[in-house]
T-cell receptor, first 114, second 116 residues
Framework: NAGVMQNPRHLVRRRGQEARLRCSPM?????VYWYRQLPEEGLKFMVY????????ESGMPKERFSAEFPKEGPSILRIQQVVRGDSAAYFC????????????FGPGTRLTVT | AQTVTQSQPEMSVQEAETVTLSCTYD???????LFWYKQPPSRQMILVIR??????QNATENRFSVNFQKAAKSFSLKISDSQLGDAAMYFC?????????????FGKGTKLSVKP
């Protein structure tokens, strides 16, 4: 059973470009969480999605950031018009249900904005 | 709002010795989960140990054990017989029990060094 997959692992964007980060949850998992880790910091929650639904986006910046988890395909975290401050590691985690205690993390995508 | 505090930015331990990492948290809930995650230089988040708040017995996983003090809202991690491979960032995390409270709240982490 493959783990949580994220791609790309590294992404470089110039200021003003768009970044698209993908997350494929573990097989059988329908709940996805996105976290951001700034340098020297812990992970900060961004958004929690279920298939075709956003459950909690309280940690998502109001502008430029959006997330989706379609019926088919991976979950996508989209950052429009990236700025230097968006440079971070973005982690995706999945769980089989919303109440399952364990979340399985992907390897992360390191976004660098130049 | 829930918060998680790790007061030790860095710790060091001699190989084969024991080290304890501290964590305190704040929550108004009575049911919740607590976790310790390890993040080695590869940056992969690895679950080390978990504790359900309703369980009085402290969780153990091989060389890793916790001291869970619910009234004091304290959740420390003890690593026995430290190994070089234990060197990493360690994050304490809290998670609510309800379905809409799925997100983990992390502390800022403790960087553990292991000296040979």
């Amino acid at each position: 059973n493959a783990g949580v997959m994220q791609n790309p692992r590294h992404l470089v964007r110039r200021r003003g470009q768009e970044a698209r980060l993908r997350c494929s949850p573990m097989k059988g998992h329908s709940h996805v969480y996105w976290y951001r880790q700034l340098p020297e910091e812990g992970l900060k929650f961004m958004v929690y999605l279920q298939k075709e639904n956003i459950i909690d986006e309280s940690g998502m910046p109001k502008e430029r950031f959006s997330a989706e988890f379609p019926k088919e395909g991976p979950s996508i975290l989209r950052i429009q018009q990236v700025v230097r401050g968006d440079s971070a590691a973005y982690f995706c985690a999945s769980s089989p249900t919303g109440t399952a205690y364990e979340q399985y993390f992907g390897p992360g995508t390191r976004l660098t904005v130049t | 709002a829930q918060t998680v505090t790790q007061s030790q930015p860095e710790m060091s331990v001699q190989e084969a010795e024991t080290v304890t990492l501290s964590c305190t948290y704040d929550t108004s809930e009575s049911d919740y989960y607590l976790f310790w995650y390890k993040q080695p230089p590869s940056r992969q988040m690895i679950l080390v140990i978990r504790q359900e708040a309703y369980k009085q017995q402290n969780a153990t996983e091989n060389r890793f054990s916790v001291n869970f003090q619910k009234a004091a809202k304290s959740f420390s991690l003890k690593i026995s017989d430290s190994q070089l491979g234990d060197a990493a960032m360690y994050f304490c995390a809290h998670r609510g029990y309800g379905g809409s409270q799925g997100n983990l709240i992390f502390g800022k982490g403790t960087k553990l060094s292991v000296k040979p």
